[in-house]
């Protein structure tokens, strides 16, 4: 089994605060993902990296690849109200199956 | 263009009963995954259906099954219900031409009491 352990688990910030998520696994992905669940709805995708190292920015939001392809964080800068939700990792393997990690749940308070 | 869609939204059953949820992919999309996700948790891998074949399995017993339609949609089924199997079922699809990316459906709600 592949597992991605996300930490921290439970975020509770002030609006206009940053905050780093990280991602780790002992294993190697070809493809690492970011998504954001809101209660009652599917994860929605914000952004896939795919090579070492790779660093991508969504307004806010930052996300890099670790070299090795292990491991991954994504880092938000002056969050909002809009931010709070249930981020989660996802690393796909060479077989195409996509392992979640545990879920970081964020909640920014105005 | 209509996203993910799965049906029911919600459902009740009992312990030793069977359920069928059903999930119709985005339009363009060839491949279907099913996700447990119980809650507080991250969605768990079931199975993948990709030309009407499960090409995927996660650890999950054989009461866990599943098919694909010729129209690329699909249905989980899961017989002998136990309390266990309470949790949002998620269906992911994709298309394998492509870039794997999946887009989720809002999921199906299931408690087994």
């Known amino acids: 089994t592949q597992l991605l352990e996300q930490s921290p688990q439970f975020l509770s910030i002030q609006e206009g605060e940053n905050l780093t998520v990280y991602c780790n696994s002992s294993?190697?992905?070809?493809?690492l993902q970011w998504y954001r669940q809101e209660p009652g709805e599917g994860p929605v995708l914000l952004v896939t990296?795919?090579?070492?190292?790779e660093v991508k920015k969504l307004k806010r939001l930052t996300f890099q690849f670790g070299d090795a392809r292990k491991d991954s964080s994504l880092h938000i800068t002056a969050a909002q109200p809009g931010d709070t939700g249930l981020y989660l990792c996802a690393g796909e393997n060479t077989g195409n199956q996509f392992y979640f990690g545990t879920g970081t749940s964020l909640t920014v308070i105005p | 263009d209509a996203g993910v869609t799965q049906s029911p939204t919600h459902l009740i059953k009992t312990r030793g009963q069977q359920v069928t949820l059903r999930c119709s992919p985005k339009s363009g999309h060839d491949t279907v995954s099913w996700y447990q996700q119980a809650l507080g948790q991250g969605p768990q891998f079931i199975f993948q259906?990709?030309?009407?074949?499960?090409?995927q399995r996660g650890n999950f017993p054989d009461r866990f099954s599943g098919h694909q339609f010729p129209n690329y949609s699909s249905e989980l089924n899961v017989n002998a219900l136990l309390l266990g199997d309470s949790a949002l079922y998620l269906c992911?699809?994709?298309?394998?031409?492509?870039?794997?990316?999946?887009?989720f459906g809002a999921g199906t709600r299931l408690s087994v009491l």
């Open positions: 990296v795919v090579t070492g190292g």
């Open positions: 294993s190697v992905f070809s493809s």
């Open positions: 259906y990709y030309e009407e074949e499960e090409r």
């Open positions: 992911a699809s994709s298309n394998r031409a492509g870039k794997n990316i999946q887009y």
